[in-house]
């Protein structure tokens, strides 16, 4: 029984902290979100959508803004994202309504804004 409750102490602070760690960005209609614009090392992205609509994402290359992959992130999706040095993360919002993300990245990363389309 010892172990059973110190086991269920130490999920309850993985969960917690685990959760904490994610951060939640809400894309206007007709707007687009990028991260990692001004980062000169590469990362690690975890992505939630939350939303009803597929949200768009593309990874380009910060200089020539060359489209190096891209995809839909479908409603309830999740997927898991690396981005190499000198490339911008993009999450694309085409919708007539908001929709929101859950991100969880590997390290700080530097370069994030909001843009019309």
Not at 35 to 54: D, H, I
Not at 91 to 102: A, C, P, R, W
Request: some cysteine; glycine content about 4%; overall charge negative.
């Amino acid at each position: 029984m010892r172990h059973f409750t110190c086991f269920l102490i130490l999920l309850c602070f993985v969960s917690c902290v685990d959760e904490s760690d994610w951060a939640t960005i809400t894309i206007p209609p007709h707007q687009s979100f990028l991260l990692g614009e001004r980062e000169t090392n590469s990362f690690t992205a975890k992505v939630k959508n939350l939303s009803n609509n597929v949200v768009d994402f593309k990874i380009v290359n910060s200089q020539t803004q060359e489209k190096n992959s891209g995809f839909g992130i479908s409603e309830k999706g999740e997927v898991s994202v690396f981005v190499s040095e000198n490339e911008t993360a993009i999450f694309i919002n085409d919708h007539d309504n908001e929709v929101k993300i859950k991100v969880l990245l590997s390290k700080n990363v530097q370069g994030m804004r909001y843009t019309k389309q």
